[in-house]
Structures are given as C-alpha cells and as structure tokens.
C-alpha cells in the first residue's frame, strides 16, 4: 500500500500551501525595484533609511537641503554596489522644490512609489519654556517638520493615484506621548503627523495608498545637538524602557521597511511605536 500523502509543508517553509486561499502579496516583504523618497537623508536617521532600502534592491532618492550632505549619502551607496540612489536637493519647505523632485523621478524612472517623510527639525532647537520660544524659530520647526510633510505628500501623491498603489510613511516622536517639557515646538510638530496620517489614509485609501506613521524613541545618530544628552539622561531612558539598550537607527529600519511592502496592504491610518517598549498602546 502506498504511504499517505503528507499536505503538511516543511517547518522552515515560507510558502503558505496552495489551497490556502492566501494571496501572493500577502508573502511579499521586497522592495527591489521601487523608487522609494527619503526626505531629510543626508544623515540621522533618513541616511541609514536610504542606506537599507538601496540595500534591498530600491531606487532611492537621497532628498535633502543641503546637497553635498546628499551626495556623500548617495555615493556611499553607489561605492558599496548593493544599491542605486539619486542625490536630490529637496527643501521640503517650498512646494515647488518637491514638485520638482517628483518630476524629476516621474522623468527618470515613471514611477515613485514610496515616500518616507523624514524631513525634521530637532538637533540644533533651543530647549527652553514654552512661553520663551523664540517665534521665527516656531515658525521654523511649523514649516518643516509639519507643512514639509504636507508639500512632500501633494507632489507624489498624483504618481501614486495614477498607480493605483503607493506607501507614505511620517515619521513622528515619543515626545509626542510622553509630553516631554521645554520642547513644545517640536512636540507639537510631530503630534500633528499622527493627525495628518489618520486623514490622509482616508483620503488616500480609495487610490490605493496606505498611510502609516512610526514613532521612535529617542534614537542616537552621528547628528551633534545643541543640548547633548548626558549620560545620567540616557541611564533614565534605559530605565523606562523594555529593552535595555540604546535606540539606534537600524531599530526602526524593519517596521519602515515593512510599510512600504506589499505584506502591508492592509494596514493604514496607524502609528507605530518603535521605542524599545518605553511606551505603550492599549
């Protein structure tokens, strides 16, 4: 007699069985060959960003003010061989620079399909009193933090409807939950991001386009501040969170990553927090 025929699949599969009923898109975590933006890349956190998405095979826009900062980023990239970047100087303050950024991609590759909306003020604000905030500095952190993020979205958006499919992912901040004092500019900056998330995925949803915000910890890049955090702060930080180690930009890489796949289809309108467990969300 023959043996019956196992349909079970082998332990370390990543297929699910074929009469399962699970689409394809479902399995699929690449992001080889999409033109993905990364605002704000020339370093921090939106340079490891354009690092890792070249790295799997993406077309990345190295989009930032300051051009040589961008260039540097792109070169890197290209001297490694494990990706292709474009450097771009975008000043995601003026919506004319980031319309002509997405031109500039529609006539080079006829596509984007991602944009990370990394673009921020932070390192260089002064700390002080909500009531001692220099106004023009305000207007400042208002203009590029918030209004940057809305410039960045209008100019890729019509390539992204006319797809039928596109990834929009802002990045906000635990300050936002934790309150964090003598920061107000900044705080307020990036709770507006959560709230600008939920209705663009509203808006966007119809098309195709999901809309997902992740808010990270407080991260240690080669970006100098103006008011350096000394060890006794990051020893307290430590102490609030789950995981015990620092955050690093690597550690939010992963669920940016993920947005921007076709696995994530059907997640939008939410905001993530990737800060080692400081925070949490019933």
């Known amino acids: 007699m023959d043996a019956p025929t196992s349909t079970s699949t082998h332990a370390t599969s990543t297929q699910a069985p074929a009469d399962s009923g699970v689409p394809g898109h479902a399995r699929d975590f690449a992001v080889e060959g999409r033109v993905v933006v990364v605002t704000g890349s020339g370093q921090g956190i939106g340079r490891e960003l354009a690092r ?26 290209g001297e490694t061989g494990s990706g292709r970047a474009v450097a771009l100087q975008v000043d995601v303050c003026d919506a004319a620079s980031t319309r002509a950024m997405a031109a500039r991609l529609l006539a080079e590759h006829g596509r984007i399909d991602v944009l990370v909306n990394n673009a921020a003020i932070f390192a260089s604000l002064n700390k002080g ?64 991001l959560i709230g600008m998330t939920n209705s663009l995925a509203r808006e966007l949803g119809p098309h195709g386009i999901t809309v997902n915000c992740v808010r990270p910890g407080s991260v240690a890049t080669e970006v100098d501040r103006v008011h350096n955090p000394t060890a006794d ?35 939008t309108g939410q905001t993530i927090a990737a800060d080692g467990g400081m925070t949490h969300n019933s």
Request: aromatic content about 8%; some cysteine.
């Open 129 to 192: 009193p909500f009531d001692e905030i220099d106004p023009a500095e305000w207007d400042q952190v208002l203009r590029v933090n918030v209004t940057g993020v809305w410039n960045a979205a209008c100019a890729v958006a019509p390539a992204m409807r006319a797809a039928g499919w596109g990834r929009i992912v802002n990045i906000s901040s635990d300050a936002v939950t934790k309150g964090v004092p003598n920061y107000l500019h900044y705080v307020a900056s990036k709770s507006a």
């Open 233 to 267: 702060f990051r020893t307290r930080i430590l102490s609030q969170q789950c995981l015990q180690r620092g955050q690093v930009p690597e550690d939010i890489v992963g669920i940016i990553m993920f947005f921007a796949t076709p696995a994530a289809s059907f997640i």
């Open 52 to 77: 890792q998405f070249a790295a799997a095979g993406a077309i990345v826009a190295v989009a930032d003010i300051d051009l040589d900062k961008a260039r540097q980023v792109a070169e890197e990239i």
